[in-house]
């Protein structure tokens, strides 16, 4: 039931949660979950393909269930996430970069300050 209130979320709120988040969101209404079962079940669904891990904040680990190919930008001002569709980088198709490597994994990340926060200055 946990595993299946965490995938949940995730496919509800894509916001890139971290795993704290997932726990703080989910554990007024789940009491007996514990954060070491968000950590593990996150890890497990990252390991079987399921979410995507970003690294892209230095301070969390954050998750996607959005497994396809896209960019990520987070904003240096609000800390938001955002989706950014992608298939190419700097010109070079994703089968140009391989050269003959097996790409497990393939990360996008842009950090700046977001049209949202730009917008309220």
Do not use: W
């Amino acid at each position: 039931m946990q595993r299946i209130a965490i995938m949940e979320y995730l496919m509800e709120y894509r916001t890139h949660p971290s795993a704290d988040e997932v726990y703080m969101a989910l554990s007024p209404s789940m009491p007996t979950l514990s954060k070491t079962t968000v950590y593990n079940t996150l890890k497990l669904f990252a390991e079987q393909g399921a979410v995507s891990m970003l690294t892209i904040d230095e301070r969390n680990i954050n998750f996607d269930v959005d497994t396809s190919v896209h960019a990520h930008f987070l904003c240096k001002r609000c800390g938001r996430i955002y989706d950014i569709a992608e298939t190419e980088l700097s010109g070079r198709t994703r089968e140009d970069v391989k050269e003959g490597h097996q790409v497990m994994e393939t990360h996008y990340y842009y950090k700046g300050i977001c049209r949202n926060c730009l917008s309220e200055q």
